[in-house]
């Protein structure tokens, strides 16, 4: 479960767990991805932080202008054939783990699949909020792990693509985080 599972991919919509997104920013930096981040004053430091690391963002969440960014992101897609995207699905509020629509939205407009990803660090800080955030001690083992490619149709229930989705987040975060 690695990066073959993108290599063949032009365009696509990569998830990965809110608390997680430190690690995968450090991983998939400088590649030409963009970033759904939330208006909320966290989404101003991780934009200031990503920027750093070569990213583009667009800005909205369930909670404050996800309409305008999914509006945003879907013509995005139609003038850009090799788009990628960055979207974290149980952000910014929560609650932890639980998949919010707007990904498979996206993929259900667009035709393009879901790829699940997990970066874990063995050794980390642990902040909690309404989820654990990890940040990754200096020279901590990393582990990188990407999912099969999701494919909706149109006619996919949000219930039912919701929970595929995050079927697929668990069963990569599961493998990510041991080290063994």
């Given at each position: 479960m690695g990066e073959n599972n993108i290599k063949d991919l032009d365009s696509f919509i990569l998830v990965s767990w809110h608390g997680k997104v430190l690690g995968l920013m450090e991983h998939m930096r400088h590649k030409g991805y963009f970033a759904l981040v939330s208006q909320s004053r966290d989404g101003d430091l991780i934009t200031k932080i990503a920027k750093n690391f070569g990213y583009n963002f667009f800005r909205g969440s369930s909670n404050k202008g996800g309409k305008e960014a999914i509006k945003n992101i879907d013509y995005f897609f139609k003038k850009n054939s090799n788009a990628k995207i960055i979207i974290t699905p149980d952000g910014p509020t929560g609650p932890e783990h639980k998949v919010k629509p707007g990904a498979l939205i996206l993929s259900q407009n667009?035709?393009?699949?879901?790829?699940?990803?997990?970066?874990?660090?063995?050794?980390?800080?642990?902040?909690?909020?309404?989820?654990?955030?990890?940040?990754?001690?200096?020279f901590s083992k990393m582990r990188v792990v990407f999912g099969e490619p999701l494919y909706f149709n149109k006619d996919e229930s949000i219930e039912t693509g919701t929970q595929k989705i995050e079927d697929a987040l668990n069963k990569v975060d599961r493998i990510a985080s041991d080290h063994e």
């Amino acid at each position: 479960m690695g990066e073959n599972n993108i290599k063949d991919l032009d365009s696509f919509i990569l998830v990965s767990w809110h608390g997680k997104v430190l690690g995968l920013m450090e991983h998939m930096r400088h590649k030409g991805y963009f970033a759904l981040v939330s208006q909320s004053r966290d989404g101003d430091l991780i934009t200031k932080i990503a920027k750093n690391f070569g990213y583009n963002f667009f800005r909205g969440s369930s909670n404050k202008g996800g309409k305008e960014a999914i509006k945003n992101i879907d013509y995005f897609f139609k003038k850009n054939s090799n788009a990628k995207i960055i979207i974290t699905p149980d952000g910014p509020t929560g609650p932890e783990h639980k998949v919010k629509p707007g990904a498979l939205i996206l993929s259900q407009n667009s035709n393009r699949p879901i790829v699940p990803m997990i970066v874990d660090v063995k050794s980390s800080w642990k902040f909690e909020n309404w989820h654990t955030f990890y940040l990754s001690k200096p020279f901590s083992k990393m582990r990188v792990v990407f999912g099969e490619p999701l494919y909706f149709n149109k006619d996919e229930s949000i219930e039912t693509g919701t929970q595929k989705i995050e079927d697929a987040l668990n069963k990569v975060d599961r493998i990510a985080s041991d080290h063994e």
